[in-house]
Each structure stands twice: as structure tokens, then as C-alpha cells.
């Protein structure tokens, strides 16, 4: 496991105005900072900086002789604020309904300051971490040379807003509060079909329930054990607050002026950030730019697809990465 790392306390202030001082905290993997050209991986949202080696959450894209190639690349990978990972609660955040996606991606920009990074050969991340690196982009629009935004969109949907609505209803209940929400959350990461595929009906004699119940179960039992409420409460609502200021004479000037290439992969059965709408940011976007590229994962999966079509990801990733 590569070494967590601490950075010097970041003083910055939030959308709303309110002065924060926070210590982020992040990974590094492969070559030498400043020897090889920089990856920076957001992680969604139950995820964290571990993105590589034997513990890893990506490391099947993410590794020597990978797709993102450790003999090649510098990779980075920051905890977001809150999140829990230091393993001592330093950075809970309990003023969370303060912060933004947009908060997220200033203090990133500020972390890699503070590190001497001033850009990135590539930024890419999934699902909430995707959503950070729109944010990012849109920050510093040419400071990057490839973004990739997965199973993600550049603004929360009414639907992705009603169900951290409901996530947050479900976590300021009194009785395992976490447990319930990941189970709810689990459907909602997944599909009809896939589920259906999966479990087909499997009744579990020994526990006196459906698999599929064994399963939710399962995952709302183990979320528990790694991560914390305040933790989950946070990144639950940075889900709401994606792109919550953006007008579409934001989009056009960012497409206009950015000289970052585009590479939106979305998931085709995706439930979570449905496919329309991310074609929709594409097609608004192409209207002004010329390198944006749009790419489909095929799977009954839903959201989570971007977990678990590695080959499919391997295949639409390698040509980027081939090219540093």
C-alpha cells in the first residue's frame, strides 16, 4: 500500500462564504513526481485514495503494465474532505450541507498547488469523482490535457436529487441509518436486470430470506464496518450539489475557451446519471468544441458498470493513455 500522505493545512473559502482550514490527505503510485507525465484519479463515493496495488478499488486499469501504466505515469489520488480514510477521523466534516462539488475541486486545485503541480496529463474518475473532475475542468480549463469523466454528469439531474433526498432521510433516522441507506443506494447502482441475472429467485433455506436480501444485507453490514455516518452523510450530499451553479452560458464559454480534450464515457443502462443526459452535455458542448468524444459502456448493469466492465473501460481508455 503506498504511503498516505498529509499535506500542510489548506486555508480556502467555501462557496457560501465560510472560511475552512482542512489537512487533505492523498496517495501517489508509479513514477516520481515531476519524472513522468500526471494522472490525477477522483474516486466516487464510497471510494478513496487507495486506487492501485494489492488493496486497490481500480487497480485493474491502474498497475504496471496496465492501461494506466505505473512504469509510465505519475498516478495521484486525493481523499475527498470527510470522507474518513486517515483511519483517525481527523478531516470529518460535520458542517457538510456547507460544501460543494465545486469546494471539492478548489481544494484539489489548491492541493496540487501545494505539491508543485501546475497540470495534468490526465484527469479521470467515476460516478461522484467524475462529477469533481467536470468541476475541475471547469475551474482551470486549460490545465488540463485529457479529461475523462465516467458514469458521471456535469450537473445533478432532478432524479439524482431525489434520491439523496431520500438517502438523507434514511441517515438521520435512529436505527442503523447506515446499513439502510446503502442498501437503498445498492438498487439504485444497479438494475432490474442485473439483479435478476445475478440472484434468479435463490431462496436462502439457512438465513430464512432471498438471496437478494443476503446481498443488500450484506452491503449495508460491511459499508458499516469501513465507513462512518458523518463520512457518508457528506459524500451523500456533494451527489445533490454537482454543477449547482452552472448556466448553459457557463457550458458555452467553458467549450469555447477550454483546451482540454474531452472523453465522456457513459454507461448505457445507467440509472444513476441515465445515459440521456449525459449525451445531451456532450451535443451542448460539441456545439463550441471540436475535441469531445462520447463512448458508451454496453451492460445490463447499470451505474455500477463502470466497476465492473473492466474490459470494456480498458478497451475505450487505452487509446488516450497510449498517447503520452
Known sequence: MSQLQVLPT????????VDQQLNVTYQLFGQALHQAPIVLVNHALTGNSQVAREEGWWSNLIGETKVIDLNRFTVIAFNIPGNGFDKEDKN????????TTKDIATIYWKSLEQI???ELFALIGGSLGGAIAWEMA???????????????????????????????SILNQQEQPLE????????LYRTPESIQEKFKGTYNENKNCYAVEDWLNYHGDSLQKRFTL?????????????GQELTSEDLEQ???????????????????????????????????????????????????????E???????????????
Not at 230 to 242: D, G, P, Q, V
Not at 263 to 277: A, G, K, N, P, Q
Request: aromatic share 10%; net charge positive; charged share 20%.
Open 254 to 308: 467553458f467549450a469555447k475557451t477550454t483546451s482540454v480534450t474531452i472523453h465522456c464515457i457513459y454507461v448505457d443502462s445507467d440509472y444513476m446519471f441515465t445515459s440521456r443526459e449525459q449525451i445531451n452535455t456532450v451535443q451542448s458542448i460539441a456545439n463550441h468544441k471540436k475535441d469531445i468524444h462520447l463512448y458508451s459502456i454496453q451492460s445490463i448493469h447499470g451505474h455500477d458498470a463502470f466497476l465492473i
Open 92 to 99: 470529518l466534516i460535520h458542517n457538510y450541507k456547507e460544501y
Open 116 to 118: 508543485g503541480i501546475n
Open 230 to 242: 458523518a463520512s457518508y452523510k457528506m459524500m451523500n450530499h456533494l451527489l445533490r450539489t454537482i
Open 138 to 168: 471547469l475551474l482551470e480549463p486549460k490545465k488540463i490535457k485529457h479529461l475523462i469523466p465516467i458514469a458521471t454528469n456535469i450537473k445533478a439531474s432532478d432524479w439524482l436529487i431525489g434520491n439523496a433526498h431520500i438517502q438523507e
Open 310 to 324: 473492466y474490459e470494456q473501460l480498458n478497451t475505450l481508455l487505452q487509446p488516450i493513455f497510449k498517447k503520452a
Open 10 to 17: 489548506i486555508s480556502f473559502q467555501l462557496q457560501n462564504g
Open 180 to 187: 439502510k441507506a446503502r442498501m437503498h443506494a445498492m438498487l
